[in-house]
T-cell receptor, first 112, second 112 residues
Framework: QKEVEQNSGPLSVPEGAIASLNCTYSDRGSQSFFWYRQYSGKSPELIMSIYSNGDKEDGRFTAQLNKASQYVSLLIRDSQPSDSATYLC????????????FGKGTSLLVTP | IAGITQAPTSQILAAGRRMTLRCTQDMRHNAMYWYRQDLGLGLRLIHYSNTAGTTGKGEVPDGYSVSRANTDDFPLTLASAVPSQTSVYFCASAPESNQPQHFGDGTRLSIL
């Protein structure tokens, strides 16, 4: 079982809707959590980081962290076709020497 | 140079040949990383370096070697390339090992 799990999708949402992307992780000691966006043929781009329980908002993006449930999510409000990409959840796992472990990513398609 | 530069952008290589992928960053980041990304398997860590002069093995280190002689450069060497090393290779860096990583544009490598 991979240490960071995401649904592969594709997740399809209409333009203007809220997209909800989810991620679970196995290491209870993890302290740092990140969301990356990757367009096809491009490199991953950091869009959010979160370190403490609760919500963190940045523009149309909100990251949510629940350490007790080992769950981190990303909400995208007012989704746009340009948000269509693969979203990668990444967790620094303490039991892996502070290496960044990635989920396999969720493909998001925003339809006009 | 701004950020992380990887070279070459793409390469086709005969099996058995030696190949070095170059990675240079100008942000004075202490930590640097090499990942490979394969369809269905996501991003997997090959090797990492938390500071100049030190390196460590990631999830899939076999067949690869790295060196970190200075802060800016982190080359990845395939001593004798095999077809299973066909992949997209990303270099990344972070200020410190527990902080968000930023990625280069990647090298697409095909081993025939």
């Amino acid at each position: 079982q991979k240490e960071v799990e995401q649904n592969s999708g594709p997740l399809s949402v209409p333009e203007g809707a809220i997209a909800s992307l989810n991620c679970t992780y196995s290491d209870r000691g993890s302290q740092s959590f990140f969301w990356y966006r990757q367009y096809s043929g491009k490199s991953p781009e950091l869009i959010m980081s979160i370190y403490s329980n609760g919500d963190k908002e940045d523009g149309r993006f909100t990251a949510q962290l629940n350490k007790a449930s080992q769950y981190v999510s990303l909400l995208i409000r007012d989704s746009q076709p340009s948000d269509s990409a693969t979203y990668l959840c990444a967790v620094i796992l303490v039991n892996s020497g502070y290496a960044l472990n990635f989920g396999k990513g969720t493909s998001l398609l925003v339809t006009p | 140079i701004a950020g992380i530069t990887q070279a070459p952008t793409s390469q086709i290589l005969a099996a058995g040949r030696r190949m070095t992928l170059r990675c240079t960053q100008d942000m004075r980041h202490n930590a640097m990383y090499w990942y490979r990304q394969d369809l269905g398997l996501g991003l997997r860590l090959i090797h990492y370096s938390n500071t100049a002069g030190t390196t460590g093995k990631g999830e899939v280190p076999d067949g690869y070697s790295v060196s970190r002689a200075n802060t800016d450069d982190f080359p990845l060497t395939l001593a004798s390339a095999v077809p299973s090393q066909t992949s997209v290779y990303f270099c990344a860096s972070a200020p410190e090992s527990n902080q968000p990583q930023h990625f280069g544009d990647g090298t697409r490598l095909s081993i025939l």
